[in-house]
């Protein structure tokens, strides 16, 4: 008995402790409220590491501001969902999805951060400093960009064959059928997911239509069915010709996206070239039987007529739920290419900054895949992630299936065109 | 407070009462509990299925009614018709095709040595979960012969009866030859003795060159003759097309042939290291040269299975794979139950052992047997994962079944909780009719 109590208080003691420890630690953190910020966001592992290493920049800066960051990976869009809903959001986010800007600017929950303007116009290509600006106010802040307009290839294809990395598309077209001549079908193609071809699609379209009909076709104010669609599918089709492609169409509609690249990535290659953004090589990482440059390489998605360092991309956004002159002072610093060459030194990363200089990326290809983001003419976020998610982003219906349909039959561009269109005035009518 | 009288109170009206309070303390909790987590969901589920997409989700939801839309466009969008449909191939094909294995299973194995060991692996896929399954099978089913075990197995068999062409991945360089991998490729312009010809193939790999080719033969006219190469028409850069040019291979082994007006092939050759080839003394006429098509005979490209057409078919075998030794199992104990006399005395009036199984061990079995058609009924309805795990993303949508959809629209990527739950309240409708087949049949065992 007597040991019993014995054990109780020391469990009460313990207990007793910590709540006072407890108590002792939040209150000064309450005194200097307005100096805390905290932030969660999507990035985990190196990411994590590599951003708070931008954030040492900054806290250096300011000791008497205290950043937190918090990684909550995938989850982070139900984390904010629940946090907003509870009341108590983060001070500020960092998101992949740029849809969620727009829904939380809906209901009101975030701040904008036009204070910044003068940082994103001093360090931003100006289509990047646009992205996050919703009905006249900035709202999400590109902080890590992603290139989408790359074309991997096999350097010893490309050998055999004769070829050079083409930057026109009617070199591209022909460079595709001299690697098929040579026996190495050009194109890998990972048709089992959908969303590798809405990207092959929307680069076409951006570069062909042009970035005025590319806004209006993300925004659904000209329909699918115009003509431009039509024109932009019958392009993508004179590529994806069964016989341009690894194991022909039916072999590229099971064919996941990692396995389409290391169809390319071997020292046996079944297609020459695979279509797809800057993330690429850390598909095959592990496994990468290729060195870079000698091994694989890479080269911007070719022009169509006078559309060099068009980018199509996407990229991690930074919104503000709160707004306090700390908060303010970090967003404006995030901004910076100072703070962002700190991250594209560490790698694994693209800085939207124009002002970072290429020659920090740490190795050749990131410089090519990540300095055309900076310098973008024209720069414009992946179409198919702008539409509602029934249409855009939904595996087996919308985009994707019906893209998959056209791979299937790549004779049927108008046919597809009308299905796109009522696919999406479906989905858009059950958005309102 | 007073303690609990726990003896049984004397009889009369109080205690009744009392009785009756103690009944309901008990069923209390177990009430609180399907309120809370069956009856309510369930009820909300089929008013949220009358609301759209935005409606506002509360203790009841609110704001933007829908009416009936939502069924509407369940029988009337094509992807969710087809998940209709797939479910119902299911309910046909599985439970029958599952019990029946099983059956065949169970009464095998009472026949042979080794049955525990046959029992042990026919059981074996049990210990697997579904998803597990699924990622197994989609393997499997690779379309590639090189991944694909199924496939690869098929190739393995095919490869006895047909051995694939040399340069079975060629096709003619020029317009010129016409004709398709199947027939051979014959040149369209017909010649006569003296002139050459060109035979050019191209799209073929480096690798798939024969060993022993020398640069392509520079073709010397010969009279009375047709002479003529077959060459890979491609140098690094593709070179001119159509012409023989330095530093282009001629292909040897190919089978060419000579065929005359009339379309009857004449003569047959095979090309020689430089890639050349002659018939002689064709005499007078105008002939065609073409290449055989055993030259082009394509390996094996392996089935479809994870096509759209094959897909759930592929997708039900994986299933039955797993159930059917659940169903093995349990047939197999309703078996070692029947007594033997039976059996023997069937067999001692003549009986033929088909009919002592048809016409005395199935009926027996019946009951066992209804036991695992409607468990494996209710397994179908709600099938979910597998189909998931199997169907690539191309796919998806040929192989959906009904709970699939059911998920994809509320939480898959689309986030309708008014479609997704019309879908639920449809699916809850299907398993009614089953679950009363069920709960009837309890209450003829008690």
Redesign the interface.
Known sequence: MKKHRLVIAALLGVVLLAAITALASAKPAKKSASGNINIVGVWTGDEEKSFNAVLDGFRKANPGIKVTYKSTGDNTPTVLATAVAGGKPPDLASVSQPGLVNDFQKKGALKNIDYARGTLSANYPPDIAKIGVVKGHVYGLLIKGANKSTVWYNVSSFKNAGVKAPATFPAFVKAAGTLKASGTPAFSVGGADGWTLTDLFENIYLRQAGPAKYDALSHHTIKWTDGSVVKALQTMATLLQSSNIAGGTSGALQTDFPTSVSNVFTKSPKAAMVVEGDFVPGVVASKNALKPVSGYNVFPFPAIGNTKNYVEGGGDELMAFKDTPAIRSLVKYLATGKAQTIWAKRGGYTAPARTVPASVYPDAITRTTASAVGKAKVFRFDLSDLQPASFGGTVGQGEFKLFQDFLKNPSNAKGIAKQLESAAAKAYKAGK | MEPPVVAAPPSGEPGVLRRNAVALGFLLPAAILLTVMVLYPTIYTIIRSFF???AHEGFLPSGQFAGIDNYKSLFTTN?LVTAIKNSAIWILVAPALVTAIGLVFAVLTERIRWAVAFKAIVFMPMAISLFATGVIWHVMY???PSQGAVNAAIGAVKSWVSTPGALS?A?P?TPALTGSPQSGYVLQKPVSAGSTTLLGL???????VPSGAKQVATLQPKAGAITGVVWR??????GV?GKPEQGELGLPGVHVKLIDSSGKTVQRATTGDDGSFTFDKVGSGSFKPGIAASTFAAPFGGV?W??SRLITPAVIIAYIWVWAGFAMVVIGAGLAAISREVLEAARTDGATEWQVFRRVTVPMLAPVLSVVFITMLINVLKVFDIVISIA??????DA?VIAVQMW?QSF?????FGLGSAIAVFLFLLVIPVLLLNVRRFRREV
């Open positions: 759209g997409k935005d992807i690779i379309k590639d991945s096709s360089s191209t799209a073929i790999p480096p690798t798939d028409d491609f140098k690094p850069g593709g097309i479809s994870l096509g690539p993303g191309s796919t998806q949508s959906a994809r898959g990527g689309v986030n309708d």
